[in-house]
């Protein structure tokens, strides 16, 4: 499976963004998708993921109520919505693709998927 994000980019605080994520290859092989994103000297942290067959998205509570998660399940694609976004949303985005279904979401194992990331850069 290959991931391919785009989307990023510079804006200002308050500003809104899409970021897109096209799979490709051997993509039934996954159960979800999602997004993570890592931020300079700190640790990758889950965003959102939602679920293929059934549509289930699940979103870290630091990004409810901003950031929606999407699907297009005919481009095999997902999609983040950035709402209201803030400075210390700056981070490069990775999307991921899960190959096992899990009741966590925020976890990733070895085995997954990774595309390329995305940048995010918001200016205060």
């Known amino acids: 499976v290959q991931l391919q994000a785009s989307g990023g980019g510079l804006v200002q605080a308050g500003a809104s963004l899409r970021l897109s994520c096209a799979a490709s290859g051997r993509s039934g092989n996954s159960a979800a998708m999602g997004w993570f994103r890592q931020a300079p000297g700190k640790e990758r942290e889950f965003v959102a993921a939602?679920?293929?067959?059934?549509?289930?998205?699940y979103h870290a509570d630091s990004v409810k109520g901003r950031f929606t998660i999407s699907r297009d399940v005919a481009k095999n694609s997902i999609y983040l919505h950035l709402d209201s976004l803030k400075p210390e949303d700056t981070a490069v985005y990775y999307c991921v693709a899960y190959r096992t279904g899990r009741p966590d979401y925020s976890t990733y194992k070895p085995y997954d998927y990774w595309g390329q990331g995305t940048l995010v850069t918001v200016s205060s």
């Open positions: 939602i679920v293929w067959s059934s549509g289930t998205t």
